[in-house]
């Protein structure tokens, strides 16, 4: 079959109705980085509190680019600490307290820890070639809804 650029979905259905849908369509050249936050609102000051960050390389219509190569660098500063930046990829041997990682699949991930310490965080993502992204947390006390 030869290639051709274009959407394909798959449609699962049971007794005649759709019970699961999927879709993959081809992707343009990377445009930037994007940066997608886990729980945003409900992140706690009570020093345990995890926030996942997946950084993503995109299209100019924001489709995650699953060839993307490259690297990402991750600082944060505020009232959280960088815990880890992975990429995903069980056969590297890339640790995870670098605070950098390689794109896998067009995306790498983060993990933040908060401070007993509710608060502003600011998180910087910067890859070469692909640009930069600043995103601005806050984290609150245990007992504020």
Same mark, same amino acid.
């Given at each position: 079959m030869r290639y051709e650029p274009g959407r394909l979905e798959a449609i699962s259905r049971r007794s005649g109705n759709v019970v699961a849908r999927?879709?993959?369509?081809?992707?343009?050249?990377?445009?930037?980085?994007?940066?997608?936050?886990?729980?945003?609102?409900?992140?706690?000051?009570?020093?345990?509190?995890?926030?996942?960050v997946w950084i993503r390389a995109v299209d100019a219509a924001g489709r995650l680019v699953r060839g993307a190569q490259g690297e990402v660098k991750v600082s944060v500063s505020g009232v959280a600490?960088?815990?880890?930046?992975?990429?995903?990829?069980?056969?590297?041997? *890339? %640790? =995870?307290?670098? @605070?950098? *990682? %390689? =794109?896998?699949? @067009?995306? *790498?991930?983060?993990i933040l820890r908060s401070t007993s310490h509710a608060g502003k965080v600011c998180l910087e993502v910067?890859?070469?070639?692909?640009?930069?992204?600043?995103?601005?947390?806050?984290?609150r006390g245990k007992h504020e809804k």
């Open positions: 999927h879709q993959i369509e081809t992707t343009g050249p990377v445009a930037g980085i994007e940066v997608v936050l886990e729980n945003e609102k409900d992140w706690v000051a009570d020093g345990q509190d995890l926030q996942y600490t960088l815990r880890a930046v992975d990429d995903g990829d069980s056969h590297t041997d *890339a %640790r =995870f307290d670098t @605070g950098t *990682a %390689r =794109f896998y699949r @067009g995306s *790498a991930l983060a910067v890859s070469p070639g692909l640009g930069s992204r600043r995103v601005e947390l806050m984290t």
